[in-house]
């Protein structure tokens, strides 16, 4: 079952760079996936040949980012790497490039002292599931059980 999220990932991406921070499993990547999959290019730090490549190398970002262009960069958990910042900083100083940079942890960037761009993006937060997203809401339910979507089941086998 697809649910529909009430945020809009391109019209925010229209005016500035934005950090998307949320718990896990609250759909950031499917939303992404959903919204932005023709208009962006995305590195999912949780590839391990993204991560690999760019936490030992952050300067690499411009040219994966060169040899497959997009509208939008979707660096999707981006508190795995913070260096990469810098380098985002960089990019959006001197290429203006549109980034779409996505957590679980605020506060883990913060305490690590990293470069959160000031300024230069905007942040926006998503949460569980709201009562217009669920459909046949009851609210004892969601009280009950909270409001994060189902993961996808996939048979073991």
């Known amino acids: 079952m697809e649910i529909k999220r009430h945020l809009q990932l391109v019209p925010l991406l229209e ?15 499917t939303l ?3 919204q932005l999959s023709e208009k962006a290019t995305i590195i999912d730090l949780l590839d391990s040949r993204y991560f690999l490549k760019l936490s ?3 300067h690499e970002l411009e040219s994966i980012i060169t ?4 509208d939008i960069i979707v660096i ?7 260096e990469l910042l810098n380098e985002i900083h960089r990019l959006i100083e001197s290429r203006n490039i549109t980034f779409l940079l996505t957590g679980s942890s605020a506060r883990k960037l913060r305490r690590g002292k990293a470069n959160l761009l000031a300024g230069r993006v905007w942040s926006a937060g998503m ?3 709201i009562y217009q997203e669920i459909t046949d809401f009851n ?19």
């Open 76 to 82: 999707d958990e981006i508190q795995r790497i913070p």
């Open 139 to 157: 609210l004892e339910r969601y009280l009950q059980y909270g409001g994060l979507p189902l993961l996808p089941q996939n048979p073991v086998g």
């Open 15 to 29: 005016r500035k760079s934005f950090f998307l921070f949320g718990p896990r499993a609250t759909g950031k990547t």
């Open 56 to 58: 030992s190398a952050p």
């Open 32 to 34: 992404i996936r959903q």
């Open 127 to 129: 949460f569980p599931l």
């Open 67 to 70: 040899a497959a262009p997009a």
